[in-house]
């Protein structure tokens, strides 16, 4: 059966972008019974390389993920949940994996080279930043997974792996397995743009709808929502195509809301029509918004607000999945020592290969 890898940096919390993008289709995923094992990864490490100066963003945040990852239905007796510092053989792994990488190579890692350009690094990339495409091979090799749901920007850093493990699996025992990335089905998830209209929500930019946010929040917040220019007034024509409000609405929008907040139309693309000819204002398609994600999230904030009463239950469970990780982790890891000849010591005496 199947083993999956997947995981958040624990920059902030999580939000909408997220749970359409990966969290739902995780706890989809968790219970269809369909595969052998989950992991589920908190990526401190990861988030460390260009937050070093704010330990305590990441450090805060850990806590923040997890209990969006259990309100949203995440299960640690389904998936294991854990904390990528805690194992400390995905560093090792990585560092046998950087002498398979040339700089050149990194260098032209589309990813990095958008993220670098994000960040403003310049001439000043941190090192372990240019090379988490490396310690993300790591990651995904260490608990064997072939399968990684990612969105379309990571295509490249699982290209990546795929090639270390071709590399070492050519030059050493095959041992590790060559992952496969698994895209969203709804391309509407692959990527929810921001409230301004910005092509991505981002925390950073203050254009995102948490998963905690209160219903206040996500009331104002859509009612603030960037939507067509051009549909200045009521009876004019508007753009379903690009326009937020619809591009949330295709992620979010089931048959079902429209006999429930908006029985005037059967559908959403009956819906679109009417705005695109014209005499369908703004406020009322917000408003149907509104009412489609206040029934989606309210469980979520519910279950959230009952989980933070607890935190020691939080950080038990991730102590827990993060051992049993490490457990697995260091097979790997003796496999792959086994693999190059670097196991000296194991058994009764100095090990030759």
């Known amino acids: 059966m199947d083993v999956i890898l997947t995981g958040d ?31 589920i990864m908190i990526a401190d490490a990861q988030a460390l390389t260009d937050n070093a100066d704010d330990i305590n963003k990441v450090r805060n945040n850990i806590s923040e993920v997890a209990l969006d990852y259990l309100s949203c239905g995440l299960n640690p007796e389904k998936s294991t949940i854990f904390i990528q510092s805690q194992i400390p ?20 890692n589309p990813t990095v080279k958008n993220e670098i350009q994000m960040r403003g690094f310049k001439q000043s990339i941190p090192v372990g930043f240019f090379t988490y495409p490396i310690s993300q091979a790591a990651d995904i090799t260490a608990f064997k997974a072939n399968l990684v749901p990612v969105g379309e920007d990571q295509l490249p850093m699982i290209e990546q792996t795929r090639e270390i493990v071709r ?42 709808i948490y998963l905690s946010d209160s219903s206040n929040d996500i009331k104002k917040k859509i009612q603030s929502m960037f939507t067509d220019p051009t549909h200045l007034r009521v009876e004019d024509p ?12 295709d992620a979010f929008c089931r048959d079902e809301h ?22 369908l204002g703004d406020g009322t398609v917000k408003k149907f918004l509104n009412e489609i994600l206040q029934s989606e999230l309210k469980p979520i904030r519910e279950k959230r607000e009952m989980l933070s009463g607890d935190l020691g239950q939080v950080f038990a469970m991730l102590k827990k999945g993060s051992e049993h990780a490490r457990e697995i982790a260091a097979q790997t890891l003796d496999e792959v020592k086994s693999a190059m000849g670097i196991n000296y010591y194991k058994g009764n005496g100095f090990c030759k290969r």
């Open 89 to 108: 053989e995905l560093c090792e792994l990585s560092f046998y994996y950087m002498n398979l990488v040339t700089v050149s190579r990194l260098q032209r």
């Open 258 to 279: 429209f006999a429930a907040f908006l029985p005037s139309y059967k559908n959403l693309e009956e819906m679109k029509e009417h705005y695109r000819r014209g005499g």
């Open 238 to 249: 508007g753009h379903t195509e690009n326009n937020p409000v619809f591009i949330y609405l």
């Open 9 to 39: 940096r624990p920059t902030g919390k999580l939000h909408l972008g997220h749970y359409v993008g990966s969290l739902k289709r995780r706890v989809e995923m968790q219970n269809s019974g369909k595969y052998e094992k989950i992991y």
């Open 167 to 208: 590399s070492f699996n050519t030059l050493y025992d095959g041992v590790l397995v060559e992952p496969t990335a698994v895209l969203p089905e709804n391309s509407t998830c692959s990527r929810l743009p921001g409230l301004d209209g910005a092509a991505k929500m981002s925390k950073s930019l203050g254009n995102c």
